[in-house]
Nanobody
Framework: QVQLVESGGGLVQAGASLRLSCAASGGTLYNYAMGWFRQAPGKEREFVAAISRRVDGTWYADSVKGRFTISRDDAKNMVYLQMNSLKPDDTAVYYC???????????????????WGQGTQVTVSS
């Protein structure tokens, strides 16, 4: 069973950039579509971005489109979320998730994901 560990969160000012990383162990990410979700205080967890197993198809929430980029390096068993032009509304705990699914499918619902990391805090000050 794959285990996921996120890193790279922190406290930054508005307009700054951060790169989140998700390291997988216990399985190869080649078999999984990958996603990033976030949960702000008092709010439900929401979809941020996802990437398919093959062809690197991606999908983004409207709120992050054009600012965030999801990528994967299967050779390193890593998934990344590059976050640019950060806003205070991006403040949340960010979670990495894995879904063992078909090669071209891009899951966007948290209910589709089988494995989750523990999360990393991102705080953006104004």
């Amino acid at each position: 069973q794959v285990q996921l560990v996120e890193s790279g969160g922190g406290l930054v000012q508005a307009g700054a950039s951060l790169r989140l990383s998700c390291a997988a162990s216990g399985g190869t990410l080649y078999n999984y579509a990958m996603g990033w979700f976030r949960q702000a205080p008092g709010k439900e967890r929401e979809f941020v971005a996802a990437i398919s197993r093959r062809v690197d198809g991606t999908w983004y929430a409207d709120s992050v489109k054009g600012r965030f980029t999801i990528s994967r390096d299967d050779a390193k068993n890593m998934v990344y979320l590059q976050m640019n032009s950060l806003k205070p509304d991006d403040t949340a705990v960010y979670y990495c998730a894995a879904d063992r699914t078909g090669p071209w499918y891009i899951p966007r619902s948290e209910h589709e994901y089988d494995h989750w990391g523990q999360g990393t805090q991102v705080t953006v000050s104004s």
